[in-house]
DNA sequence: CTGTTTTGATACCATTCGGTATCGCAATTG
DNA sequence: CAATTGCGATACCGAATGGTATCAAAACAG
């Protein structure tokens, strides 16, 4: 059984919030220094880290009075195990296709 | 330079979409059998349909009078792709993690 | 040709979503 | 203590989203 990827599917759907995951990759930051990269507000950011939390993307650790955001390691497997049933897809689909080639030309 | 995700992205980001598809890896199907299989109205699957065609994950082909879906085995590698950038990052973290421990426990 | 079937397109509705404005609270600093 | 700083929470707004109902068009059956 397999975790339930839509909150993390649905934290990767917005622009903004993959820049934040790209911004976070290179250091943890409060929300403060995230804000400074966009040109919107505190609070709006905010919002897209409470997102990207519930998703099981970012965690949060608190410094004194300042909240430190960080990726979770952990928090694209769902996404990945999702997206990894179609690899057999794709594989069962080239191999219909070469077999069929093969049919065609012997 | 890898092609924008957000269509993909977008079009993966709900559940019915992602059962679709689901559903299409099995078959091709036209939208009413697609439907079928939902407790919805068939437009509100064309428009599931018509958001999964734009993020290049399902193509349509005409026979006759009937509109056959099939998943596009190439519409998932740029997402692939975008996830692919947080490889090294795990990697990287999870090398950290290893040698912090390590250092810890000697 | 007439009628049925499969589909596309549109108008419309309720909800969600991204964003701002604003308030209040806790932690540092003077 | 008072003032500042960083943050959380909420109410509110416009736009997007998921859904229905409905109509028109194209392809096949009789």
Do not use: C, Y
Request: glycine letters at 6%; a neutral charge; proline letters at 5%.
């Amino acid at each position: 059984m397999i975790a339930d990827p839509q909150s993390a599917f649905r934290a990767l759907a917005d622009p903004t919030r993959r820049q934040i995951l790209m911004m976070l990759r290179r250091q943890d930051m409060t929300i403060a220094q995230v804000a400074g990269n966009f040109d919107m507000t505190r609070a709006a950011v905010k919002k897209h880290l409470t997102v990207l939390t519930d998703g099981g993307l970012v965690t949060v650790r608190t410094r004194g009075r300042e909240r430190l955001n960080s990726i979770d390691p952990q928090g694209m497997a769902p996404v990945r195990d999702w997206l990894g049933v179609f690899d057999a897809f794709w594989d069962d689909r080239l191999a219909a296709l070469k077999s069929a080639i093969e049919e065609d030309s012997p």
